[in-house]
T-cell receptor, first 117, second 115 residues
Framework: GAGVSQTPSNKVTEKGKYVELRCDPI?????LYWYRQSLGQGPEFLIY????????DSGLPNDRFFAVRPEGSVSTLKIQRTERGDSAVYLC???????????????FGSGTQLSVL | AQTVTQSQPEMSVQEAETVTLSCTYD???????LFWYKQPPSRQMILVIR??????QNATENRFSVNFQKAAKSFSLKISDSQLGDAAMYFC????????????FGTGTSLTVIP
């Protein structure tokens, strides 16, 4: 597609429920990032994919968070047993891989606002 | 981990005037990239300008320019001839050129443009 697409735009759930957030990156971009942005803060890194594999998942806060990218394109961020503290905007970004090295320019989606009641 | 600090939570500027947003960062690396991103209410982060640390010349993109002071670890953004559409959150970001793929963001500056 023309840009990074994230769905849903907004998600309201109850504490303890399971949610999935989807990211469709720019076609041809091999690098994909997930970031979390809490109210009044800058984006915080969660996980980075290069192709189908998670090259760096050091930002995932705990084992309730998991992300997949099975075919190297669309990615899904999964959150189990949601807590009120998980409420935030979840941003996805993608980037090209040039000369075997990830391009430093990120293209972001509009994010998913997750609200846990 | 690298840290990025934006000490101005809010700034305002009169339309057509110039405003400077501040950013400092902490790193022991010599090769890295610095960015300014704009986030309007639509939430989509948009790249405003980028600077490679090995370049001494300050980056410029139309009305946007930076003052990159490597020794001082300072990276300020100057917006000239401010327009109403410039109103947004602005985030400064750092990325290592060699170690890892994480981008580190500051806490942002909310810019208001007064007509």
């Amino acid at each position: 597609g023309a840009g990074v697409s994230q769905t849903p735009s907004n998600k309201v759930t109850e504490k303890g429920k399971y949610v999935e957030l989807r990211c469709d990156p720019i076609s041809g971009h091999t690098a994909l990032y997930w970031y979390r942005q809490s109210l009044g803060q800058g984006p915080e890194f969660l996980i980075y994919f290069q192709g189908t594999g998670a090259a760096d998942d050091s930002g995932l806060p705990n084992d309730r968070f998991f992300a997949v990218r099975p075919e190297g394109s669309v990615s899904t961020l999964k959150i189990q047993r949601t807590e009120r503290g998980d409420s935030a905007v979840y941003l996805c970004a993608s980037s090209q891989n040039r000369d075997g090295r990830t391009n430093e320019k990120l293209f972001f989606g509009s994010g998913t606002q997750l609200s846990v009641l | 981990a690298q840290t990025v600090t934006q000490s101005q939570p809010e700034m305002s500027v009169q339309e057509a005037e110039t405003v400077t947003l501040s950013c400092t960062y902490d790193t022991s690396e010599s090769d890295y990239y610095l960015f300014w991103y704009k986030q309007p209410p639509s939430r989509q982060m948009i790249l405003v300008i980028r600077q490679e640390a090995y370049k001494q010349q300050n980056a410029t993109e139309n009305r946007f320019s930076v003052n990159f002071q490597k020794a001082a670890k300072s990276f300020s953004l100057k917006i000239s001839d401010s327009q109403l559409g410039d109103a947004a959150m602005y985030f400064c970001a750092y990325r290592s050129a060699s170690t890892g793929n994480q981008f580190y963001f500051g806490t942002g500056t909310s810019l208001t443009v007064i007509p």
